[in-house]
């Protein structure tokens, strides 16, 4: 739809936006164009000019982007410490061990981690073996 400003500039309003003001806010077909003319700055409404004012007077926009400031500051992580499963490392160990004794002599068996990985290269071929332990079911 166009509109023709007081100053003569015509102005393209989606009529899409027009219908969704008008279902949203339940507002006439002219109310829903002097919002969307409004809200795109084209024209100034008094009401959001005073409010906007009252609150620069008593520095509420200043406190919220201040809070927010405040609370968006990057907070330090601990360092994790790993904790150490002596089933896991027997288990690797087992695992390690049955594997020497099975594979051809030019396997390669190297253990990435004591009780996680186990990366294995067999005639050219990469293998790795992943322990996982879960959790309980509840």
């Not at 906007?52 to 008593?58: F, G, H, I």
């Not at 099975?102 to 390669?108: F, G, Q, R, V």
Request: aromatic share 4%; proline share 4%.
């Amino acid at each position: 739809m166009k509109y023709e400003l007081d100053n003569g500039k015509i102005i393209n309003i989606p009529d899409k936006d027009l219908t969704n003001l008008e279902k949203s806010l339940e507002i006439s077909h002219n109310e829903a164009i002097l919002t969307w003319l409004s809200d795109n700055d084209y024209i100034s409404d008094e009401t959001v000019e005073e409010l906007s004012e009252k609150a620069k007077k008593n520095r509420i926009s200043a406190t919220i982007h201040q809070a927010k400031a405040e609370n968006s500051a990057k907070k330090e992580r601990k360092p994790r410490e790993k904790k150490e499963n002596p089933l896991k490392r027997q288990i690797i160990d087992a695992i390690y061990a049955g594997l020497c004794d099975n594979l051809p002599e030019n396997a390669i068996i190297d253990i990435k981690n004591d009780e996680k990985y186990i990366d294995l290269c067999i005639n050219g071929l990469n293998f790795t073996v992943n322990l996982v332990q879960h959790r309980p079911k509840k």
